[in-house]
T-cell receptor
């Protein structure tokens, strides 16, 4: 019954390669978010979207870009992966001031 | 200073114990507050919203103190299944996103 799915669930990639993570929702929520989670830092916002083609930067956006061409899909691209981008990436959806629903996460390792 | 700060723990308590977590936030104009639960290697899940008047959901009680800018979560009669990391979450004003504390880890032991 998952209304939000992330793919891939795990990925290992080499330094310098581009990587795209996908978030797909079936809830028709307006807001979508990409976070990364690292030990000691909690969840930090990378980018978010408030509608089709409407996106904005979060606190750790350097090295990342996003696109939202359809309500249901929010893509996160690491333009040239670095080891510091090894992390767990979570996508989330929400409506207005309600709480978030998170996807299951993507574990990315950059070697 | 971090926008949302939590004691990282870990808190190790026996079954049946009462345990309380606190969280402080820096922006006094913040509007919405939540507690999330995150199991190991899983995504965070909403545990409960926190209202100004305080709210209770079974064994869980959340309270908000706006004057002191802190939020608390009380768990009574702890169960083994309560073992998890608890994330304090705050929505700043004029923002469409939310800010997360680093989490407090709880282990409930038999």
């Amino acid at each position: 019954d998952a209304g939000i799915t992330q793919s891939p669930r795990h990925k290992v990639t080499e330094t310098g390669t581009p990587v795209t993570l996908r978030c797909h929702q079936t809830e028709n929520h307006r807001y979508m978010y990409w976070y990364r989670q690292d030990p000691g830092h909690g969840l930090r916002l990378i980018h978010y979207s408030y509608g089709v083609k409407d996106t904005d930067k979060g606190e750790v956006s350097d090295g990342y870009s996003v696109s939202r061409s359809k309500t249901e899909d929010f893509l996160l691209t690491l333009e040239s992966a670095t080891s510091s981008q090894t992390s767990v990436y979570f996508c989330a959806i929400s409506e207005s001031t309600a709480g978030y629903t998170f996807g299951s996460g993507t574990r990315l390792t950059v070697v | 200073r971090k926008e949302v700060e939590q004691d990282p723990g870990p808190f190790n308590v026996p079954e049946g114990a009462t345990v309380a977590f606190n969280c402080t936030y820096s922006n006094s104009a913040s509007q919405s507050f939540f507690w999330y639960r995150q199991d190991c290697r899983k995504e965070p899940k909403l545990l409960m919203s926190v209202y100004s008047s305080g709210n209770e959901d079974g064994r869980f009680t959340a309270q908000l103190n706006r004057a002191s800018q802190y939020i608390s979560l009380l768990i009574r009669d702890s169960k083994l299944s309560d073992s998890a990391t608890y994330l304090c979450v705050v929505k700043p004003p004029n923002n469409n996103d939310m800010r997360f504390g680093a989490g407090t880890r709880l282990t409930v032991k038999p």
